[in-house]
């Protein structure tokens, strides 16, 4: 391995570990919804407005930002991202107001909005071949690892008889921030692009004519609704069939773990496919994500709900590792897989941002047992967009 190389591996790391802490602070409303009921006298869709916020500014940065790190590379807006996380977290530390909490969350969302796009888009430049699709599954595990991250601290660090005591979850994304803007201010590096394709006339105003990027966009609406559902409404849950806080943190930590194994199983698995085969893959995923719909808001005891959340573990984990990793092939000029990136993340956004509207709505009036349907003809949509997605891409998979 050339010194070159050894460097790109290690720029790598430092921003996966800047993605892993804006995920700390993504989550960090997951894991204390309840606390935060408490404290600010709010119902189930209200609190998923807490976790939704961060889509706002992402949804309307996503495409803007990957036209950005185009021109001005990743360090400026990966910067630019960390500072706007790390000003929305102290916000959100000192204030005592909803509002003002629902705002530093929008803050924050400049972080999730820029850095999910920034990062994948540099993994794709830096590393090459199978080394791209591994480090993409990586990426994918920000989800897994945030989760982990807060799930376990927030039994350690908050004390659930204090609806207070969240604030030590914010005091930590702050801290953690902090050590994020000093990594890559010092580590992280411009890097030249190379191309993978002769797509290189393409622009901002001609993406209309791109059906990948739009279907993956909605491919990530109707898979990520399911899963950041279910993410939020976890705990809500929990309570519901007489279990605690503890308990609720507990399990999506394992839940948490287990995605993480799978990203990396997966990342293994489809580093030597190839494009035609990854797209298959994306298509069978679609397929396994029924068995987590049909095994969440069903079970009573504590063990069923461990293998039912490990079920859904695995299989949001191996389908976010698929779909991240096609990401620098759907536009061929790799200068511009900041725009594919954005697509997706739009995509997630508008999933996030749905949350408190569909599920907690859903929730609040009928309870959890129908959710179920909802999620099934999500499920149905994806498995047709993953489809289509194979045979707009069949002549690419062929070459």
Not at 28 to 33: A, C, D, I
Not at 315 to 335: G, H, R, V
Not at 394 to 399: D, E, N, P, R, Y
């Given at each position: 391995?050339?010194s ?23 989550f ?6 309840v ?10 869709m ?23 790190i185009?021109?001005?590379?990743f ?9 706007a996380?790390?000003?929305g ?14 705002f ?44 982990i ?16 005591s969240?604030?030590?979850l ?6 953690l921030l902090?050590?994020?803007?000093v ?25 209309y ?27 809500p ?8 806080l503890i ?15 799978t ?5 293994l ?32 005891t504590?063990?069923?709900?461990i ?7 695995i ?22 897989v ?24 859903t ?10 349907f909802?999620?099934?003809?999500f499920?149905?949509?994806s ?10 891409n ?6």
């Open positions: 391995m050339s070159a190389d050894k460097k790109g591996i290690f720029e790598i790391l430092i921003a996966l570990f800047c993605v892993f802490c804006v995920a700390v602070c993504q960090k409303v997951s894991s204390s919804t606390l935060l009921m408490q404290n600010f006298g709010i119902n189930n209200e609190v998923g407005l807490l976790t939704s916020a961060t889509s706002i500014a992402g949804l309307i940065l996503a495409i803007p930002v990957g036209a950005l185009a021109k001005f590379g360090k400026l807006i990966g910067l630019i991202a960390l500072f996380c790390a000003i977290s102290c916000l959100g530390f000192f204030t005592n107001s909803y509002k003002v909490l629902l530093s969350r929008i803050l924050e969302g400049i972080a999730v909005g820029s850095i999910f796009t920034v990062v994948p888009s540099l993994i794709a430049v830096v590393a090459k071949g199978k080394s791209r699709t591994f480090f993409m599954s990586v990426f994918s595990c920000y989800v897994g690892v945030g989760q991250i807060v799930f376990i601290t927030t039994n350690l660090i908050v004390d659930q008889s204090d609806p207070e969240y604030k030590n914010w005091l930590l994304t702050n801290i902090l050590i994020c803007i990594l890559w201010l010092v580590f992280i590096k411009p890097s030249q692009s190379e191309s993978v394709g002769t797509d290189t006339s393409i622009t901002i105003r001609g993406l004519k791109y059906a990948s990027l739009w279907i993956i966009a909605l491919l990530m609406f109707f898979y990520i609704s399911i899963y950041k559902g279910i993410t939020t409404y976890t705990m849950y929990i309570n519901s069939i007489g279990l605690d308990f609720s943190n507990n399990l999506s930590a394992i839940r948490a773990f287990v995605g993480i194994v990203s990396i199983i997966t990342g698995i489809i580093a030597s496919f190839s494009k035609r085969k990854h797209y298959i893959a994306g298509i069978i995923a679609c397929i396994l994500n029924f068995f987590a719909i049909f095994s969440v808001w069903s079970y009573t504590e063990k069923m709900a293998v039912s959340l490990v079920i859904v573990g299989t949001d984990a191996a389908s976010l590792a698929i779909f991240t990793s096609l990401s620098p092939y759907l536009l061929k000029d790799l200068k511009l900041g725009i594919t990136n954005g697509f997706i993340t739009i995509g997630k956004n508008l999933a996030i941002l749905s949350v408190p509207f569909i599920s907690g709505s929730i609040d009036s009928f309870g959890f047992g129908p959710l179920t909802v999620y099934f003809i499920g149905i949509a498995l047709i967009l993953s489809i289509l997605l194979y045979f707009v069949a002549k690419s998979c062929a070459t």
